[in-house]
């Protein structure tokens, strides 16, 4: 791709705009972990830190489009269900197009940053005495009903601008090792991403730039409280349960009805891929992991790498594979799930004696 914008609008080729509502989302980095690498004990080890744009999730690379998409049609209430991170990114973008927002988050659910974020931008933050699965029925119904535009993965134009996410990270490996990595390891929520990145995959295999036995496993991860996509990977299963109770503490990904799973599951299946769970203490883990690289991520983030650790212990992923981990959101989302995984504050008088005795302690 050789495009005339920046970022996801490099790759404009590949979407339905030439251009988008943009505050300069996508081109995240694609960072080594050398220690990391080498105690999971794979060849290659690569972090794709979604978490680097705009407003601190991949979900930007997405509303870029769709925002773009309403803006056209001329639409005049921009709606979202979220568990946090997709409504700071629509409240950004919506403020930025000079659209009116509303999105319906879960009550007492979402972390502190993303409502912090949603509030600035100017959205009007509805809270549900309810999951996310329940707004997200409920946003369905309003778009229905014709009382705003939903701008959830449910929203296909969303899914094309994530799509340069599989793209960024397969010219990242071609440029570093000069092959495409062999899995792409994600957390799972909604699937969206999921479903983006075999969409992509699939668009270059059909224009020959890509053969069918390179396309990257997409390897799904998801925490144990919320893990109906795992379950149904597990069964062989056409069709995903709807889980009416999760839990977990990567709020980002406390979802029960992923409704991408009609295009996730072939995505999983036909690259080879596979699904896991993992708990909240392995996904703290990874996410201390990430940190002791100077990579700070949100719970969910984690997820990825947590799930990878656990594939590779099983056997299910090899020693000679070249991976990438999708990390989704940046740790000041979560700032109270990062202090509680960190270092506790010392308190110290304020006088160079004291610090140098508390030090010596
Ligand atoms: N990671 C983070 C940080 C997320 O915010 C989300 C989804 C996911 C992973 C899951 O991605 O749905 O493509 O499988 N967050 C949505 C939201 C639901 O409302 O912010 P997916």
């Given at each position: 791709y050789e495009g005339q914008g920046q970022g996801v609008w490099r790759y404009a080729d590949a979407l339905p705009l030439e251009e988008g509502v943009t505050t300069q989302e996508g081109a995240t980095p694609l960072y080594e972990v050398p220690r990391l690498e080498e105690d999971i004990g794979v060849e290659a080890l690569r972090i794709k830190h979604e978490g680097m744009n705009p407003t601190g999730s991949f979900k930007d690379r997405?509303?870029?489009?769709?925002?773009?998409?309403a803006k056209e049609l001329g639409v005049g209430r921009l709606a979202c269900a979220s568990t946090g991170n997709t409504s700071a990114a629509l409240a950004a973008y919506g403020s930025r197009g000079g659209m009116e927002t509303l999105v319906l988050l879960p009550a007492g659910k979402v972390a502190a940053g993303k409502i912090a974020q949603a509030s600035l931008h100017g959205a009007?933050?509805?809270?549900?005495?309810g999951n996310f699965d329940a707004c997200l029925d409920i946003?369905?119904?309003?778009?229905?009903?014709?009382?705003?535009?939903?701008?959830?993965?449910?929203?296909p134009f969303r899914l094309e601008g994530q799509k340069t996410i599989g793209l960024e990270i397969l010219e990242g490996f071609l440029a570093d090792y000069d092959t495409v990595p062999d899995r792409i390891v994600l957390p799972v929520g909604n699937a969206g991403n999921t479903s983006a990145l075999y969409k992509a995959f699939r668009e270059l295999v059909q224009v020959g730039s890509l053969e069918e036995d390179e396309v990257p496993k997409l390897t799904g991860v998801q925490a144990e409280g919320a893990?109906?996509?795992?379950?149904?990977?597990?069964?062989?299963?056409?069709?995903v349960r709807r889980w009416e109770d999760v839990e977990t503490?990567?709020?980002?990904?406390?979802?029960?009805?992923?409704?991408?799973?009609?295009?996730?599951?072939?995505?999983?299946r036909e690259t080879g891929g596979t699904a896991i769970s993992v708990s909240d203490e392995e996904i703290t883990d990874a996410q201390r992991d990430l940190a002791g690289e100077g990579i700070g991520v949100e719970p969910a983030s984690a997820a990825s790498v947590a799930g990878l650790r656990k594939l590779r212990a099983e056997g299910i992923v090899d020693d000679d594979?070249?991976?990438?981990?999708?990390?989704?959101g940046h740790l000041l989302k979560d700032p109270d799930a990062a202090a509680a995984a960190g270092a506790e504050p010392e308190p110290v008088p304020a006088e160079t004696d004291g610090i140098l005795e508390h030090l010596s302690e």
């Open positions: 997405g509303m870029t489009v769709g925002v773009a998409v009007r933050i509805l809270e549900v005495d946003v369905q119904e309003l778009a229905q009903q014709g009382e705003a535009y939903l701008l959830n993965s449910l929203n893990a109906p996509m795992v379950e149904a990977v597990e069964n062989g299963a056409d069709e503490r990567a709020t980002a990904i406390r979802i029960g009805n992923p409704v991408n799973a009609p295009k996730a599951l072939p995505g999983i594979e070249r991976v990438a981990c999708l990390t989704t």
